[in-house]
């Protein structure tokens, strides 16, 4: 079936320091892929999209890039701020019959320390 | 900036009553959705609608209702809540048409506690 897999949290790093938080998928067909990001109180918000096969996404410094080869769609951040601690959740969107299907992953909290 | 819209934003109430999660956007976007978070884990659709009259069960099943009467009202009725209902519920929007990557914006959320 489909599904999405994070890396467990939380995730805990010093400021400046470099970030990836894995995430890979299984999907039929050919999904869009997704980042969101949930700040503390706050609902989720679109970090960043890729909609095709080596597309990078990219917004506030992140970075992901859509690999069909190893269906994967890692986080990236070279460097780190306290400001970028959150819940960041990891997506698939695909065709289904009548429409389409959003899948998330569990999601992975990231804290950050001054 | 997205204009999508959860009241309330945190519900305590007893085990037996009827509650009402209201959700509103002002996107004139025709797909609306509403998820179910427990805390650490994943999100679950519970439910979807499409259009004006348009609601299906999403995968995850609950016993909750909806109904989509105008295009920017979604709300999301708990006839009888128990404690088992306790999470946080949120709602979505998205544009119509056939582009899977059309971005779903969220409201803040409903934090449930039924005791």
């Known amino acids: 079936g489909n599904s999405v897999t994070q890396m467990e949290g939380p995730v805990t790093l010093s400021e400046e320091a470099f970030l990836t938080i894995n995430c890979t998928y299984t999907?039929?067909?050919?999904?869009?892929l997704f980042w969101y990001v949930q700040y503390p109180g706050e609902g989720l918000q679109l970090l960043l999209k890729?909609?095709?096969?080596?597309d990078k996404g990219s917004n506030k410094g992140f970075e992901a890039t859509y690999r069909k080869e190893t269906t994967s769609f890692h986080l990236e951040k070279g460097s780190v701020q306290v400001s970028d601690s959150a819940v960041y959740f990891c997506?698939?969107?695909?065709?289904?019959?009548?429409?389409?299907?959003?899948?998330f992953g569990a999601g992975t909290r990231l804290f950050v320390k001054a | 900036e997205a204009d999508i819209y959860q009241t309330p934003r945190y519900l305590v109430i007893g085990t037996g009553k009827k509650i009402t999660l209201e959700c509103s956007q002002t996107m004139g976007h025709d797909k609306m959705y509403w998820y179910q978070q427990d805390p650490g884990m994943e999100l679950h659709l519970i439910h979807y609608s499409y259009g004006v009259n348009s609601t299906e069960k999403g995968d995850l099943s609950s016993e909750s209702t909806v109904s989509r009467i105008r295009t920017e009202h979604f709300p999301l009725t708990l006839e009888s809540a128990r404690p088992s209902h306790t999470s946080q519920y949120l709602c979505?929007?998205?544009?119509?048409?056939?582009?899977?990557?059309?971005?779903?914006?969220f409201g803040p959320g409903t934090r449930l506690t039924v005791l």
């Open positions: 997506a698939l969107r695909l065709r289904r019959t009548g429409g389409f299907k959003t899948i």
């Open positions: 979505a929007s998205s544009e119509g048409g056939t582009q899977s990557y059309n971005e779903q914006f």
């Open positions: 999907a039929t067909g050919y999904p869009s």
């Open positions: 890729a909609t095709k096969a080596d």
